[in-house]
């Protein structure tokens, strides 16, 4: 069963879409984001421009190969 708010995700510009879209929805910058997770802005800038870094490129060569979508459920947002 796919939820309603499921996003395929089939290359690393996708991922990074959704990304910086959940990320702004949250109210957070890069800078703030980076101290949260411990990675570096430029990472994380470059993930959300979708640069295929750490392999992802080949690893969702596979899972097309395989069949496989790879889908992100974003946290719905919680009430204050």
Known sequence: MTAPNAVPIRDAETLGQLIRRTRKHQGLNLE???GLCGLSIRFLSEL???RESCGFGRIMMVLEALGIDLVA???EETPS
Do not use: D, I, Q, S
């Open 32 to 34: 703030t984001l980076a």
């Open 73 to 75: 459920y974003p946290t």
């Open 48 to 50: 959300e421009n979708g």
